[in-house]
């Protein structure tokens, strides 16, 4: 029983050496959508390539982590291209400190994508003499969508930033017509760490940013933001306070929705 358990075992781990390894021209790969390719072997002195498909204006988070090593510096941080392995670098923004802190021999970064397209992914073995890793490679969309507004007569939408982390957390809040899909409004925010910001369509909280949006204007909203999965919670609001006794508020939930399946 025992002999049939490792002989099992070896046929999975030769298994992962031959099945995945990407190249340049046949990378692996990885949904964005939070989904892991995980064992993934990376032999000595070569370099595994992965692809995935972006939105433009969309957040992302990128992990490549090794599977079962301590420390060790033979991996080279990952590295995610524009279009192929030679085009463009994705600004990128270190995450791996952040709350939920990884591993040093981890990967990760954040990025909002440049183009919508297919970016490639490279992890690079720097030891030629060295030994193989197993390695996974998992990449989240972290935009945020919800939050309906309407800028009619006495309405106000607003909401509310909350940063879980320890790091300071830059993010964009982008207002989309229900007709159209047009653009009504943007606002960049900084959201200190452990604390929140405010963002409204009329400025009628003095400590909130406001959003300057044309009247009688409907539709929601999404956010993007440079932290790891997780890292801000929305509250977001549509109120009227000139209906009548009874004010008219709405709760409106932020979900990332492609962050993890």
Request: with cysteine; aromatic share 10%; net charge negative.
């Amino acid at each position: 029983m025992k002999v049939r358990s490792f002989a099992v075992l070896g046929v999975i781990l030769l298994l992962s050496t031959m099945g995945f390894a990407g190249t340049c021209a046949a990378p692996t790969v990885v949904p964005a959508d939070g989904r892991t390719v995980d064992f993934d072997f990376i032999a000595a002195g070569t370099t595994n390539v992965y692809q995935v498909n972006v939105t433009k204006g969309h957040s992302y988070s990128l992990e490549v982590r090794q599977d079962y090593d301590p420390v060790n510096t033979d991996l080279s941080p990952a590295t995610i291209n524009q279009g192929s392995c030679a085009g463009a670098t994705e600004v990128t923004t270190d995450t791996h400190l952040v709350d939920p802190a990884v591993p040093a021999n981890t990967t990760r970064f954040s990025f909002i994508a440049a183009a919508t397209g297919t970016d490639f992914i490279q992890v690079v073995h720097t030891v030629p003499a060295g030994t193989g890793r197993y390695i996974s490679v998992s990449l989240a969309d972290t935009t945020m969508f919800g939050g309906s507004y309407y800028t009619g007569p006495g309405y106000l939408a607003s909401y509310s930033f909350t940063n879980t982390t320890g790091a300071t957390i830059t993010g964009t809040l982008t207002l989309v017509d229900a007709v159209g899909g047009g653009v009504d409004g943007t606002s960049t925010i900084t959201i200190p760490a452990f604390s929140s910001a405010l963002v409204d369509t009329n400025g009628s909280n003095t400590n909130a940013t406001k959003m300057t949006i044309a009247a009688s204007k409907l539709g929601g909203a999404f956010f993007v933001y440079n932290g790891p999965p997780g890292a801000v919670l929305i509250d977001a609001f549509l109120q009227n306070f000139t209906l009548g006794a009874t004010p008219f508020t709405q709760t409106f939930q932020f979900k990332p929705v492609r962050q993890g399946r």
